[in-house]
């Protein structure tokens, strides 16, 4: 089986342990242990949890106290819904193996996490791409996703929020795409791993599997949870889906690890404390950037509704990949290239991590846009990825 080269993976392997402010960082700014134990009230029951801690293989499907507090981040959903993986991005691999096989008609939108068009067509499947527009605020047409509908469409794949927009559908869209691929027999697969850091209300929005018979929601630990250390996530679906799920899953999982559960267990019995942490860095560090933004005559963007990352689009002639390089090679600021989206003339910024990052790093933006990229000559390799 070939497969493309993961752009964003690809990217924030070559630079994110090198550079000095990482505004390509995509987690609520990731806690320490001392941190969690304080979060959760109880840090000397947890250590002494750990100590007795017997360091064998956990249960198969995730310990049934980490799927129980899993299931009750949904409305309508059990422990026997849910199956622990290692990540949000092992969850949709499993979920793309499990259903797609050569020649199904599998519809993805763009931009979005490139697991979800990537991994299908390397297993033969006919994907169709619904490209979401600036000029619709990064959601998607519905029109235009039922007209890629056809008869025996076998999956729809949406990222709610979106990365690396910041998009939201709320649940009157959401539950438009599940009639839209009730029709015609398809699941949905939403990838859900923002959940929890929306800019107004509560902080979530509503989950695809409380929504729709063929609903199945991925998350993790990773992103409003601050702990993309514990390489912990989930399905969450159907029974019957998540069946088909463990025969795959058997093959390159058997279990996450058991300080893995059990940190994901603290951390979930302490959520309103982690998620309310969670709303306060996202919401005041958007703030930063909407002001940093609305200051910049180069600079736009649809303001993000949720999640972690925002689509910057810049005036400047130039290719996304050529302007990050140089300007991490002058400033030390890493943002992610637009082309690793498919998107141009844009760069994707976390705003997540801390406020004091966020804040130098868009002043040395400011500095290499104003001073440093005027004066840079142009190699004429680049020429060909203009936006």
């Known amino acids: ?119 299908p067509a390397s297993y033969g499947a006919d994907v169709h791409i619904l490209h979401l527009r600036e000029e619709n605020g990064w959601l998607p047409d519905l029109d235009e996703l039922a007209s890629l509908a056809a008869p025996g469409t076998k999956l729809i794949a949406i990222n709610n929020p979106n990365n690396p927009t910041g998009a939201l559908m709320d649940a009157a869209m959401l539950e438009c795409i599940a009639a839209i691929a009730d029709g015609v027999g398809a699941w949905v697969l939403c990838d859900e791993v923002y959940r929890g850091t929306d800019q107004d209300g509560g902080g979530a929005t509503a989950a695809m599997a409380d929504l729709y018979h063929r609903g199945i929601s991925t998350g993790s630990m990773s992103k409003p949870f601050s702990l993309a250390g514990l390489r912990l996530g989930w399905i969450t679906g159907p029974a019957a889906l998540l069946e088909a799920v463990y025969i795959h899953r058997d093959y390159n999982t058997i279990s996450v690890g058991q300080v893995d559960d059990l940190l994901a267990c603290v951390a979930l019995e302490a959520r309103e404390a982690i998620l309310a942490r969670s709303r306060t860095i996202t919401r005041s560090n958007l703030r ?100």
Not at 343 to 370: K, N, P, Q, Y
Request: hydrophobic share 45%; proline share 5%; charged share 15%.
């Open 1 to 119: 089986m070939k497969i493309e080269e993961f752009g964003v993976e690809q990217w924030m392997n070559r630079y994110e342990t090198t550079c000095r402010y990482n505004l390509a960082e995509t987690c609520v700014e990731s806690l320490t242990v001392q941190q969690l134990l304080e979060l959760s009230g109880r840090g000397g029951e947890v250590l002494e949890e750990l100590m007795s801690l017997k360091l064998t293989y956990g249960p198969i499907p995730g310990s049934a106290r980490l799927r129980g507090l899993i299931a009750s981040l949904y409305a309508h959903q059990t422990a026997g819904n849910v199956l622990v993986t290692h990540g949000a991005i092992g969850a949709n691999a499993l979920v793309h193996q499990t259903l797609v096989e050569p020649g199904d008609r599998v519809l993805s939108v763009m931009p979005t996490y490139q697991q979800h068009y990537a991994i």
């Open 288 to 387: 930063i950037l909407d002001e940093w933004v609305g200051s910049r005559a180069d600079i736009s963007y649809v303001r993000p509704a949720s999640g972690t990352t925002a689509l910057l689009r810049y005036a400047a002639p130039v290719p996304s990949e050529w302007l990050c390089e140089s300007l991490l090679q002058h400033t030390g600021v890493m943002f992610t290239p637009g082309s690793a989206f498919g998107i141009e003339g844009t760069v994707r910024i976390g705003f997540a991590d801390g406020a004091a990052t966020l804040a130098v790093g868009l002043a040395e933006f400011s500095r290499f846009l104003d001073g440093i990229l005027p004066a840079l000559p142009f190699p004429a390799s680049a020429a060909a990825a203009r936006p």
